[in-house]
Nanobody
Framework: QVQLVESGGGSVQAGGSLRLSCTIS??????????LGWYRQAPGKRREEVAT????????YYGSDIKGRFTISRGDTANSVYLQLNNLKPEDTAVYYC??????????WGQGTQVTVSS
């Protein structure tokens, strides 16, 4: 069973920064994942993509307001992925989830980490 554990969320003021981490259980490799990324869900809204990484390490950002403020990256080890959040805005308040999938598997989700940005 693949397990994803997010951490790093918290409460910050607008303009602040957070670094979210996602640790994947051992025995799997993120560098061959078909799906690897961060998603978020704000209260009363549907879950949305934030940033994803291809197996080749190409980053994609979703939303014109996200690119330039958020950065997704893989760790030096084979089982971690990060999301650096800079210049946070109140509208970034949400539960942030890490997700991953490999060929032939369903998508695995973490439990989420809360990010709260106050004005």
């Amino acid at each position: 069973q693949v397990q994803l554990v997010e951490s790093g969320g918290g409460s910050v003021q607008a303009g602040g920064s957070l670094r979210l981490s996602c640790t994947i259980s051992s025995g799997v490799r993120l560098d061959i994942a078909n799906v690897l990324g961060w998603y978020r869900q704000a209260p009363g809204k549907r879950r949305e993509e934030v940033a994803t990484l291809t197996a080749g390490g190409i980053a994609h950002y979703y939303g014109s307001d996200i690119k330039g403020r958020f950065t997704i990256s893989r760790g030096d080890t084979a089982n971690s992925v990060y999301l650096q959040l800079n210049n946070l805005k109140p509208e970034d308040t949400a539960v942030y989830y890490c997700a991953a999938a490999w060929s032939g598997t369903s998508t695995y989700w973490g439990q989420g980490t809360q990010v709260t940005v106050s004005s």
